[in-house]
T-cell receptor, first 113, second 113 residues
Framework: SQQGEEDPQALSIQEGENATMNCSYKTSINNLQWYRQNSGRGLVHLILIRSNEREKHSGRLRVTLDTSKKSSSLLITASRAADTASYFCATDAALDSNYQLIWGAGTKLIIKP | DGGITQSPKYLFRKEGQNVTLSCEQNLNHDAMYWYRQDPGQGLRLIYYSQIVNDFQKGDIAEGYSVSREKKESFPLTVTSAQKNPTAFYLC????????????FGPGTRLTVL
């Protein structure tokens, strides 16, 4: 079942600009993760933010989490052509002992040179 | 793609045939997962296994079967009962440590002719 929804579905920006993607979810969570998928490839883990955290940074990535609104955002600063990919958020249900991740449909990001 | 391999990369199947997709990991992870991804969509869970000789159905298990005889291996069989098997199949594994990060293989693209 998919509880995450990314917004926008697609985003096209100029190289050097910042890219912001949003994710909303439905149930209480332990943590939220963001993954990147290059076309036709597997997913790569980018960053994990726990439910008791509000903001986290990793290089050019900044993730925020608002548990009251059940939403998260991923900001990529100073975008590069290599950032062109699809980005997915994934959540784990807080009461799920099976540790399944629930995936959104993804945001397709295109960085124009 | 970490220490997870999937083979083959591309697979063509005639209608009515069973095919088996391979997934091997050398990360010493206990948990392994199979996902299906359709164009422009997120990931849907087919089967998962948290320990050797045990596995559970995910959201779309019908028409698929798995086995987990070894910790390193989690093969997926797409049977003739799966009516629409053409898709991109992703295998992932997870450490049972304190994070829920999943590590993905490069995927297998299955096409039914």
């Amino acid at each position: 079942s998919q509880q995450g929804e990314e917004d926008p579905q697609a985003l096209s920006i100029q190289e050097g600009e910042n890219a912001t993607m949003n994710c909303s979810y439905k149930t209480s969570i332990n943590n939220l993760q963001w993954y990147r998928q290059n076309s036709g490839r597997g997913l790569v883990h980018l960053i994990l933010i726990r439910s008791n955290e509000r903001e986290k940074h990793s290089g050019r990535l900044r993730v925020t989490l608002d548990t009251s609104k059940k939403s998260s955002s991923l900001l990529i600063t100073a975008s590069r052509a290599a950032d062109t990919a699809s980005y997915f958020c994934a959540t784990d249900a807080a009461l799920d002992s099976n540790y399944q991740l629930i995936w959104g449909a993804g945001t397709k990001l295109i960085i124009k040179p | 793609d970490g220490g997870i391999t999937q083979s083959p990369k591309y697979l063509f199947r005639k209608e009515g045939q069973n095919v088996t997709l391979s997934c091997e990991q050398n990360l010493n992870h206990d948990a392994m997962y199979w996902y299906r991804q359709d164009p422009g969509q997120g990931l849907r869970l087919i089967y998962y296994s948290q320990i050797v000789n045990d596995f559970q159905k995910g959201d779309i298990a019908e028409g698929y079967s798995v086995s987990r005889e070894k910790k390193e291996s989690f093969p997926l069989t797409v049977t003739s009962a799966q009516k629409n098997p053409t898709a991109f199949y992703l295998c992932a594994s997870r450490s049972t440590g304190d994070t829920d990060t999943q590590y993905f293989g490069p995927g297998t693209r299955l096409t039914v002719l």
